[in-house]
């Protein structure tokens, strides 16, 4: 969850190291800091409690000159937000690391390193990282070697960076559980843990695998797999733009990003379609040069993992790929699947969901499914290189852009996308007919143009949500492939306004939910004109009835009126197939509008984090 960059250059790097931590602080927001090696060879570090800013406040104080450096912004794990606990740490002056991840064993190793006589400064497992390559380094030529014998002995998950000031033109790194990217340029090299920190300096990329070490000085990269063979990592030229990073006319990340959900969707459609069929290249081909049809026509059952949000929209898959494709579908929370026993069908595709591509839990779901014989793998995500996407057999790329801000909106909607994308692609192997394909394609390239239709309602959502101004509990509902939506709704609102959310499927109020509610109780409705929505007012009029007060979201076709229980948006009507995505929108508008009225920080909320690559 933490962001890192490094550079070894001729310049001085200290405003490199903090424009890169400052487009890597959606990551972690707690701490910051930096270490640079002086051109006599002297370490200096700089830490601060709190956002990026406060250290690039304490650099104007106290410039660090130098041209090899190493930065961090954390996300606490172990040991509180403190200076203290902020990274770089130090072991005897002259070796500091930065470390995402979790050393599982730290415990164990502080004991070792603290009976060697080292002496621990933090709270955290990262500093054992420092005293063991020190401790090793002992025994060892090079920092490189020292290295290698050091993260043989580290269990858990890690991206780290070792500098040793006594040789200032190099820096070490290692990977495993935890991404790590360096970037190329001319004289001088680059590494983070996200190649956005490093797009004002170099277009050039390549992805350290797992297990890889990696030397690293001005004019060479040297890379090196789990058994200490020399490897070369394939370099690519990145597309994404650094102006990503810019909020531009917006207030927030969060925002624009919202605001950017139709020009992201049309860049999910585009080139996806062939001969008005979902093309088979949209999903990639397998290292054994399978392309997706061939899988996805012997396909008979699919398990979906992923997280958070991503889990939202894994669950409206399971609705579309039942009911459109005629294949049975589970969906399981990553964590949960990976710690269980479970059954795989004969035929299976596991299914993976992930904006980053990094997401730890996922990513080990994906492993282990691998080892237990599903048949094939695919993944939905949003970063190409990550772990996910060159682990899985397949991939569709959601194409969304980058997204800063904390809580998902573009990446959410394109993930549903894809996902539809994925029903079209099986169900033609499958149960769906020609009619039916050419309908849901036709929605797919309408929906764009809708959502811009939905983000004219903003100024209705802005006063709406002045009425929860004083609320601490609200409850979202919603039925059918509608109920995903509304759970997606409800973590929103909890996520970035800190009011309690939770969601149910209308159906189950009569099995508790009703004793909660009260004036005090918003009750938030998403009601498209559907199958079910004659259900829903039912559920509707069982609120009202106990004094409850309403915020519908309704398809201008579904008569809801407001009066003095009910408050009601009309949202433009839809297909049916869409509505999910176009139901989202809403209640995007309606979190930010409210968090904005809390006054919380909207694009980075306490206790989260954007990329969650710790289990």
């Excluded at 993976?352 to 993944?379: F, M």
């Excluded at 772990?387 to 573009?410: C, N």
């Amino acid at each position: 969850m933490c962001g890192i960059v490094g550079a070894v250059a001729q310049r001085d790097v200290a405003d490199i190291l903090i424009e890169g931590l400052k487009r890597l602080e959606y990551r972690g927001y707690d701490s910051a800091g930096v270490a640079i090696i002086s051109n006599d060879n002297q370490l200096q570090r700089l830490r601060r409690l709190g956002k990026v800013q406060e250290l690039a406040n304490a650099l104007t104080e106290q410039p660090l000159p130098g041209g090899t450096g190493i930065a961090h912004t954390r996300w606490a794990t172990h040991g509180v937000p403190s200076e203290a606990n902020a990274h770089p740490h130090i072991s005897s002056d002259y070796i500091t690391v930065v470390h995402n991840g979790i050393i599982e064993n730290h415990q164990l190793l502080r004991t070792r390193l603290q009976d060697l006589g080292y002496v621990f400064t933090s709270q955290t497992d990262t500093e054992v990282i420092a005293h063991l390559v020190h401790h090793e380094l002992k025994t060892c030529d090079t920092l490189l070697a020292a290295v290698q014998k050091s993260t043989k002995q580290f269990e858990g998950a890690f991206g780290t960076v070792i500098m040793d000031s006594r040789d200032k033109d190099r820096v070490v790194v290692a990977r495993s559980g935890s991404p790590l990217v360096i970037g190329y340029g001319l004289g001088e090299n680059f590494l983070a843990s996200d190649m956005m920190a490093l797009l004002p300096v170099t277009r050039r990329f390549a992805f350290l695998e797992e297990g890889d070490v990696a030397e690293i000085t001005r004019h060479e990269v040297n890379i090196f797999d789990t058994d200490g063979n020399s490897v070369e990592r394939e370099i690519s030229e990145a597309q994404a733009s650094h102006d990503a990073g810019d909020k531009g006319e917006y207030r927030h990340f969060m925002l624009k990003e919202t605001y950017e959900q139709p020009t992201a969707i049309r860049n999910t459609l585009e080139g996806r379609f062939s001969d008005g069929k979902i093309s088979s290249d949209a999903f990639g081909t397998s290292d054994k040069g399978v392309c997706a049809d061939d899988i996805f026509k012997n396909i008979e059952h699919v398990q979906i993992i992923a997280c958070g949000t991503s889990y939202h929209s894994g669950m409206v898959a399971r609705y579309w790929l039942e009911q459109h494709a005629g294949v049975s579908c589970n969906i399981e929370i990553a964590s949960e699947f990976r710690y269980r026993k479970s059954f795989v069908p004969k035929n299976s595709l596991i299914v993976t969901i992930s904006q980053s591509g990094e997401t730890a839990d996922t990513l080990a779901a994906l492993r282990l499914a691998k080892e237990i014989g599903y048949s094939a793998s695919l993944s939905i995500c949003n970063v190409p290189g990550s772990s996910l996407v060159r682990e899985s057999d397949l991939a569709f790329m959601t194409k969304a852009g980058v997204e800063i801000g904390v809580a998902s909106t573009k990446a959410f909607t394109t993930q549903l996308v894809g996902l539809m994308m994925m029903t079209l692609a099986i169900g033609q192997h499958k149960a769906m007919t020609e009619a039916e394909q050419e309908s849901i394609i036709a929605s797919l390239m309408s929906l764009p143009s809708k959502l811009e239709e939905v983000l004219t309602l903003a100024p209705d959502i802005e006063a709406l949500a002045e009425d929860f101004a004083d609320k601490h509990h609200s409850l979202f509902l919603g039925r059918g492939d509608q109920y995903p939506i509304a759970m997606e709704g409800a973590l929103k609102l909890k996520e970035i306004s800190y009011i309690h959310a939770e969601a149910y499927a209308a159906g189950e109020l009569k099995h508790g939910p009703l004793a909660l509610i009260d004036a005090d109780m918003p009750v938030i409705v998403v009601a498209p004109r559907n199958d079910l929505i004659e259900k829903l007012k039912s559920n509707v009029e069982e609120v009202r009835a106990r004094g409850g007060l309403m915020y519908v979201f309704a398809d201008v076709d579904a008569h809801f009126d407001s009066d003095d229980t009910m408050k009601v948006i009309n949202v433009p009507h839809c297909d049916d197939v869409i509505a999910p995505i176009v139901y989202t929108l809403p209640l995007q508008l309606l979190s930010y509008y409210v968090a904005i009225i809390k006054g919380t920080d909207v694009d980075q909320p306490r206790n989260l984090a954007k990329s969650v690559t710790v289990e």
